[in-house]
């Protein structure tokens, strides 16, 4: 039975850090490509960052509103992939989600393509 499970998020100000974390269970995440999205109430969920598989280079796609704040890893060892946000903004207030999948390395964007999804960790960024 595969798990992603998230955590880390919280509530913090403007301009502070988080990092969330998305442990995998079921899965080896080295194997797929892992995504972070997140959705706000009354919106779609939106593609926040995703890291491709080793077999696709393990290579790495960004949002551009998180572009140079934001940085997707992945831990082989611990089964574990992270999201580190930097200088948060109070518009990334959002459920944070990590999904994995097994799609072509150009369709890391797209949620609808992502087979397992976790339960979701609040962010909150207070301005």
């Known amino acids: 039975q595969v798990q992603l499970v998230e955590s880390g998020g919280g509530l913090v100000q403007a301009g502070d850090s988080l990092r969330l974390s998305c442990a995998a269970s079921?899965?080896?995440?080295?194997?797929?490509?892992m995504g972070w999205f997140r959705q706000t109430p009354g919106k779609e969920r939106e593609f926040v960052a995703a890291?491709?598989?080793?077999?696709?280079?393990?290579?790495?796609t960004y949002e551009d509103s998180v572009k140079g704040r934001f940085t997707v890893s992945r831990d082989n060892a611990k089964n574990t992939v992270y999201l580190q946000m930097n200088s948060l903004k109070p518009e990334d207030t959002a459920v944070y989600y990590c999904?994995?999948?097994?799609?072509?390395?150009?369709?890391?964007?797209?949620?609808?393509?992502?087979?397992?999804w976790g339960q979701g960790t609040q962010v909150t960024v207070s301005s």
């Open positions: 999904a994995a999948g097994s799609q072509a390395a150009s369709a890391v964007t797209l949620d609808r393509m992502y087979y397992y």
């Open positions: 079921g899965l080896t995440v080295r194997t797929y490509n």
């Open positions: 890291i491709r598989r080793s077999g696709s280079g393990g290579t790495t």
